[in-house]
């Protein structure tokens, strides 16, 4: 299965529903920490130029605020394609993007177990 | 003996790409009873329906089948040339091999092989067709607009200057509809009441017309040319012959705090009051919700004050009743509730309003008398902070959105691209000094000078226009909106702090237009909006024989298109009132009256009230009389759908031309 099929699969989104108004990232809190920004997210993938996605640390900056899936006019989704391509990309071989050794220092007394939980499930194999 | 005919057209290629139209011409001649069978390019076509009638006369034929389109299109085509060439219209018959058959059907073999069978079946059909004589039915002269907005006022306008009677009702205190709230008006920026006000005024002069403002439509009954139709007036409590609109008392009326719905909210009016000075009629109303006297039994002032005489507290609702040949629906459209568009922030401040409002804002008989004002400072207008320096409009708001948006709306409203350029350039005009943003997804200003007009906004006055989408407005404390939008372009995400945000709110038909539609039995699409009898051929009409539609009703438009359409509902409308008679349709419910047990199934279903029941004596075998109660058909009522012959557990209904018996001959011969 090639990239573009693998995250429309994971995320259940279909790309061409979007009518490129921009609402999602008007609306995204994370704006100016991404390179790709959702809107682009939605047509990249649609367009099938996934590489720069797998690269691009944008996927790391998403908060999951689901405010771009509230506000899209069109019923896109588009967090649920940043988080395919997420899922695509650390599925990828040596991906890790966090490593067990790396946390300790992350980590500080308020941090709460859920976050390093979440933490691994979505940044590591 | 039966002498039928079989014609197959081969519409160009619609059918003859996937029908063998030659296969189907040979296999009729296999069916018993048909004499000629043929073949041709364009049934339709002058030479088509000459080819029928010529084989008509020669073969002396008993019956026409043509294999053709739907008999939506053409049935009465073909039925007219039958006519001519001396068969009654009745012993013909379409078999719908194109919208049933070769539009649906992608190979040779099935497509041919279904209309085959679709020949057969309207072979079977004709056999027991009987020649039918439509009735006639008298047509009443007068016709009825429901809506008082532009679309109704032109349409009354016209039909009265063909000199046909016209009635307006229109549920508010005035007609004028929306366009009497709107400042000035595309693309040409003339001022809406001067170019409504003279038409209303037109309305009320013309002896042809008669306005029952206030008023509802309470239920219809009949068909066309012959419509009943109740009309409850609500209590206005003045009367409406004697005020002369001279506002004594609304001088003094001590009840000042009533929200006023002509300034959609921005400011108050008392609970008698005028709507606006241009109002028709030109009398007041009081507001029972409010009035003092009405709701605790104290005040009454403005009666003491009325030079005429004409409050009268204890009015009531009256219901009249009058007979009309055709109806129009005009009920318009309102801009949907954005309360739920949180992000937004139209609920969280005064300053976020929707275009609409701007209009009023921006009128000279607004709540600022015409100076552009942040609304939270309409109660301190001349505050230098009052006015507005930057300005954001966002477009689209509730259109072109799906369902995951609860109230919004599939369709583009289609007007609000070009009153945002309006509004746009209005506002650089009279105030250079302001900043004035407009995020658009589209434009969309097709339209004679249209495009013209917006590119104006932008390269004369100076309008940013940023592609992209507003995300979040957020009310700061400093009184100011912060707007957080998308610029598409330059891929980045803009922070604007404005004055003022307006929002071009989606349009939607009136609440009321659902019920309208029932009683009239007018089909309405899923948004509410009224469906024309063809959305190409048959724009102004309803489905329902005799119901025309005018304006926002029918689907979003603007003031030209509007009046537009008004004019051609007009037409249609007067093209029944020249008649006398009109020709009804002979394809009516008949009951067997020796086989109908009185059982009422049939009446509880007839839509159109055709249905009555009556004690008749029946000679018994034994020679006895019995008196049972049997169901009659009101043909100039009925309208043939066939509702009261499936409903009848006797079988004692049934439709002329299209007889259970010939249903069940075309059953039979498509499974044979
Ligand atoms: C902000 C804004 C700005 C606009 N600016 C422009 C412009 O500059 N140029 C332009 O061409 N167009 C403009 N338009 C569009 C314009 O308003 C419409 O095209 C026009 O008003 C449509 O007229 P109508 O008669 O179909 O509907 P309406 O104006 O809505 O009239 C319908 C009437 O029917 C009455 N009614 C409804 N239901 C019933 C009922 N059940 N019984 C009795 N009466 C009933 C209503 O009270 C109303 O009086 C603008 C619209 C908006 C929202
Ligand atoms: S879910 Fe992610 S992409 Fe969507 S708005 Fe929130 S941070 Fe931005
Ligand atoms: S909000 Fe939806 S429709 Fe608009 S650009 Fe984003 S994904 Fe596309
Ligand atoms: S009676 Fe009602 S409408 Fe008349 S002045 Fe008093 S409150 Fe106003
Ligand atoms: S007319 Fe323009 S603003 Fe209105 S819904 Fe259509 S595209 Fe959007």
């Not at chain 2, 008993?62 to 012993?91: D, I, Q, W």
């Not at chain 2, 948004?527 to 190409?536: G, I, L, R, S, V």
Request: proline content about 5%; glycine content about 6%; overall charge neutral.
């Amino acid at each position: 299965m090639d990239k573009r099929e693998e995250i429309l699969l994971i995320s259940g989104v279909d790309p061409k529903k979007c009518m490129r108004c921009g609402k999602c990232s008007a609306t995204c809190p994370s704006y100016d920490e991404m390179e790709y920004h959702p809107h682009q997210f939605v047509y990249m993938v649609e367009t099938g130029n996934i590489e720069p996605l797998l690269e691009s640390k944008s996927l790391y900056k998403c908060l999951s605020c689901f405010a771009c899936i509230e506000r899209c006019p069109r019923d896109v989704e588009p967090a649920k394609l940043v988080e395919a391509v997420r899922l695509c990309a650390i599925r990828q071989k040596g991906a890790n993007h966090i490593k067990a050794e790396d946390v300790p220092e992350l980590v500080d007394e308020d941090t709460p177990q859920q976050l390093l939980m979440s933490v691994f499930r979505k940044y590591s194999k | 003996m039966h002498r039928i005919g079989v014609f197959v057209c081969h519409c160009g290629t619609n059918i003859a790409a996937t029908v063998d139209v030659k296969a189907v011409a040979e296999a009729a001649l296999n069916e018993t009873g048909v004499v000629f069978s043929a073949d041709y390019q364009y049934m339709c076509s002058e030479a088509g329906q000459t080819l029928v009638q010529d084989t008509i006369k020669e073969h002396k034929l008993t019956g026409v089948v043509v294999c053709s389109c739907s008999p939506r299109m053409h049935e009465a085509t073909f039925r007219k040339a039958a006519a001519k060439a001396g068969l009654n219209s009745y012993m013909v018959e379409i078999a719908n091999i194109r919208e049933q058959c070769s539009w649906i059907h992608k190979d040779m073999m099935s497509g041919t092989e279904k209309a085959v069978i679709l020949m057969r079946a309207a072979v079977a059909k004709v056999k027991l067709n009987a020649p039918l004589t439509p009735g006639q039915t008298p047509v009443t002269k007068r016709a009825l607009v429901i809506g008082g907005g532009i679309a109704g006022i032109q349409t009354a306008l016209d039909i009265a200057e063909a000199g046909f009677d016209v009635d307006i009702v229109e549920k508010q205190p005035t007609i004028g509809g929306k366009m009497t709230q709107i400042d000035k008006t595309f693309p040409t920026l003339d001022c809406a009441s001067c170019i409504l006000t003279p038409k209303m005024v037109d309305c009320a002069q013309n002896e042809k017309i008669h306005i029952y403002s206030y008023s509802e439509v309470e239920s219809v009954t009949g068909f066309v040319g012959n419509f009943t139709v109740k009309i409850k007036r609500k209590a206005r409590y003045i009367d409406e012959k004697k005020c002369t609109g001279c506002g004594e008392c609304i001088e003094k009326c001590p009840m000042k705090k009533v929200p006023n719905e002509f300034n959609l909210g921005l400011d108050n009016r008392k609970a008698i009051y005028i709507p606006f000075a241009q109002a028709v009629p030109k009398v007041a109303t009081i507001d029972s919700n409010y009035c003092i006297k009405l709701k605790t039994g104290k005040c009454g002032l403005c009666s003491t004050v009325c030079g005429a005489g004409a409050i009268d507290y204890t009015q009531q609702d009256t219901i009249i009743e009058e007979k009309y040949g055709a109806i129009v629906a005009a009920t318009g459209y309102n801009p949907i509730n954005i309360e739920k568009f949180d992000e937004f922030a139209y609920s969280q401040s005064p300053d976020v309003i929707t275009s609409l409002e701007l209009e009023r804002l921006m009128n000279a008989a607004g709540p600022s008398n015409g100076t552009l004002v942040r609304p939270s400072y309409l109660s301190n207008q001349h505050d230098p902070e009052a006015h507005p320096h930057t300005i954001v409009f966002v477009q689209c708001v509730g259109s072109r959105s799906t369902e995951c948006r609860k109230g919004s709306k599939e369709y583009c409203s289609k007007i609000c691209c070009m009153y945002t350029a309006k509004h746009a350039m209005l506002i650089r005009e009279k105030y250079p000094d302001t900043d004035v943003y407009v995020f658009y997804i589209d434009v969309r200003t097709p339209g004679k000078l249209f495009d013209e007009f917006y590119r104006r906004a932008v390269e004369q006055y100076g309008v940013h226009y940023i592609k992209g989408m507003v995300g979040k407005v957020a009310p700061k404390a400093d009184g100011k909106l912060n707007v957080q939008a998308s610029d598409l372009i330059s891929n980045e995400q803009l922070h604007i702090d404005a004055d003022l945000v307006v929002l071009a709110t989606a349009i939607e038909p009136d609440k009321s237009a659902r019920s309208i539609g029932t009683m009239l039995t007018a089909s309405m699409d899923t948004n509410d909006f009224f469906t024309e009898a063809h959305p190409k051929l048959r724009p102004v009409e309803s489905p329902t024989a005799g119901v025309f539609l005018s304006g926002v009703a029918q689907g979003p438009k603007d003031i030209p298109e509007t009046v537009t359409q008004a004019s051609a509902a007009a037409a249609k409308v007067i093209g029944i009132l020249v008649k006398d008679q009109l020709t009804g349709n002979p394809c009516v419910a008949h009951s067997d009256e020796l086989m109908c047990n009185g059982c009422s199934a049939c009446e509880k279903v007839c839509p159109y009230g055709a249905i009555t029941y009556s004690d008749k004596e029946f000679r018994q075998p034994d020679r006895t009389v019995a008196i049972r109660r049997v169901a009659s058909v009101n043909p100039a009522v009925c309208q043939g759908c066939g509702a009261c012959t499936v409903a009848c557990p006797s079988g004692a209904m049934d439709l002329k031309g299209f007889s259970n018996q010939q249903i069940m001959a075309e059953v039979d011969a498509i499974c044979r």
